[in-house]
């Protein structure tokens, strides 16, 4: 069966520092990937997903970039955090050809 | 209008009731409907999922589309305390490498014993 994996669970970091999340996906092979992030009261936002590696797509501008090294690996990063990048990221992966994706247990970011 | 509206809530009803959750869409390319359930500080998981318009049933769950009225719909049957999350709804245009998910912004449930 197939897992998914996302650390830390919880990170609290100062302004200005640098972020590194990753996700991991086990039992899979050649699976779509997605970053979201999950703000109170404003929904799922997705940030960044990936077909295949090296191939990332953005979906808003912002403070963030993504970068698939290996084929069930996926980091989101940042080179200088702003206090609104605070929430809860969640990593999530679906079959090429299939329509539905499975979340992570995601990560808690708290920018102080 | 956004693409996809669900009801905010909060909700809470009692344990035993039928818990009805519904979210509407706009465009009517949407072909695939999810419904995921959220405890407190997890992620996401998949609850239901169809395609097609009419009922779909798992266990005390129900999932209903519409597509004609463009709105979809969970049903749970014999609601429990376990069931108090978040629930969104998704849809997405198309399967395929490139598809991706609209998600509702999620209402949160309590079952009260």
């Known amino acids: 069966s197939q897992t998914i994996h996302q650390w830390p669970a919880t990170l609290v970091q100062p302004v200005g520092s640098p972020l590194s999340l990753e996700c991991t996906v086990e039992g899979t092979s050649n699976p779509n990937l997605y970053w979201y992030r999950q703000a109170a009261g404003r929904g799922l936002q997705l940030l960044f997903y990936?077909?295949?590696?090296?191939?990332i797509s953005s979906e808003v501008p912002q403070n963030l970039s993504a970068s698939r090294p290996q084929d069930r690996q996926f980091i989101l990063s940042s080179k200088k955090l702003l206090l609104s990048d605070s929430g809860f990221y969640l990593c999530?992966?679906?079959?090429?050809?299939?329509?539905?994706?499975?979340f992570g247990p995601g990560t808690r970011l708290l920018v102080l | 209008q956004k693409e996809v509206e669900q009801d905010p809530g909060p909700l809470s009803v009692p344990e035993g009731a039928i818990v009805s959750l519904n979210c509407t869409y706009s465009n009517s390319a949407f072909q695939y409907f999810m419904w995921y359930r959220q405890y407190s500080r997890k992620g996401p998981e998949l609850l239901m999922y169809?395609?097609?318009?009419g009922n779909k049933e798992d266990g005390r769950f129900t999932a209903q589309v519409d597509k004609s009225s463009k709105y979809i719909s969970l049903f749970i049957r014999d609601s429990q305390p376990s069931d108090s999350a978040t629930y969104l709804c998704a849809m997405s245009f198309y399967t395929g490498a490139n598809s991706k998910l609209t998600f509702g912004k999620g209402i949160t449930l309590s079952v009260r014993p």
């Open positions: 999530a992966w679906k079959a090429g050809a299939g329509e539905t994706q499975y």
């Open positions: 990936s077909v295949g590696i090296g191939q």
């Open positions: 169809t395609y097609s318009s």
